[in-house]
């Protein structure tokens, strides 16, 4: 069976919760309003999809958010939760880590030409690896094993948790430093196709581990 994990108490920025105070946050009331916030930046940033779309975006980002702060953190310790912090696309987020997701899949959807980027067969052939930003991003991929090993032994997600904010700041500066589509020889994207869906395939099976979803698209 299962094995619970206790956690302290989840507060609010604005300041701790008290049942005499009448500041007690009900947990559907919580996911309710993350949701709520979650949609106003999913409708700010992609104004032009679809409504039912735009909805499932914002619950998929909203849900997200709010586990990645909870599981980020070590289980005996208070859990401050920040709307701003947790449903930021550029920082230490849940929704930063799910938007690397989206831009690999967009990456590997433009380089074969295809709607659903996890429908890719495995590539064939050695991967070269040359550049600093790709040693990096590749060497902390082969520690994922022994990362989860450690969250298991521990009984602490924090440790999966900060192995995906890494894997997808890693992957942001090799993104940045190395192209890919238009990368010097065909090779070379090849070689840089194939680490893009090691690194996908990594954050989807790691934020997967903590019940978080990583959509294709956002």
């Given at each position: 069976p299962p094995e619970p994990i206790f956690y302290n108490y989840i507060l609010l920025k604005e300041g701790k919760m008290s049942t005499r105070k009448g500041t007690v946050v009900l947990l559907s009331d919580f996911l309710d309003e993350v949701t709520r916030q979650a949609r106003e930046r999913v409708d700010e940033q992609w104004p032009d999809r679809p409504e039912n779309e735009r909805a499932e975006i914002a619950r998929i980002i909203g849900i997200g958010a709010v586990r990645f702060t909870i599981l980020s953190v070590k289980p005996n310790r208070n859990v401050i939760f920040d709307w701003d912090t947790a449903l930021s696309f550029t920082g230490d987020s849940g929704p930063y880590i799910q938007y690397s997701c989206t831009r690999i899949a967009s990456i590997l959807r433009k380089h074969a030409g295809v709607e659903a980027a996890d429908d890719l067969p495995a590539p064939e052939g050695e991967v070269s690896i040359v550049h600093d930003a790709e040693w990096a991003l590749v060497l902390r991929l082969a520690l994922v094993?022994?990362?989860?090993?450690?969250?298991?032994?521990?009984?602490?997600?924090?440790?999966?948790?900060?192995?995906?904010?890494?894997?997808?700041?890693?992957?942001?500066?090799?993104?940045?430093?190395?192209?890919?589509?238009?990368?010097?020889?065909?090779?070379?994207?090849?070689?840089?196709?194939?680490?893009?869906?090691?690194?996908?395939?990594?954050?989807?099976?790691?934020?997967?581990?903590?019940?978080?979803?990583?959509?294709e698209r956002m």
């Amino acid at each position: 069976p299962p094995e619970p994990i206790f956690y302290n108490y989840i507060l609010l920025k604005e300041g701790k919760m008290s049942t005499r105070k009448g500041t007690v946050v009900l947990l559907s009331d919580f996911l309710d309003e993350v949701t709520r916030q979650a949609r106003e930046r999913v409708d700010e940033q992609w104004p032009d999809r679809p409504e039912n779309e735009r909805a499932e975006i914002a619950r998929i980002i909203g849900i997200g958010a709010v586990r990645f702060t909870i599981l980020s953190v070590k289980p005996n310790r208070n859990v401050i939760f920040d709307w701003d912090t947790a449903l930021s696309f550029t920082g230490d987020s849940g929704p930063y880590i799910q938007y690397s997701c989206t831009r690999i899949a967009s990456i590997l959807r433009k380089h074969a030409g295809v709607e659903a980027a996890d429908d890719l067969p495995a590539p064939e052939g050695e991967v070269s690896i040359v550049h600093d930003a790709e040693w990096a991003l590749v060497l902390r991929l082969a520690l994922v094993e022994l990362d989860t090993a450690a969250a298991l032994d521990g009984r602490n997600t924090g440790i999966l948790a900060n192995t995906a904010l890494d894997i997808a700041k890693r992957f942001s500066a090799f993104y940045n430093a190395c192209p890919v589509l238009n990368a010097d020889s065909a090779d070379t994207r090849a070689s840089r196709i194939a680490i893009c869906m090691a690194v996908r395939r990594t954050l989807v099976n790691l934020l997967g581990i903590i019940g978080i979803e990583a959509p294709e698209r956002m």
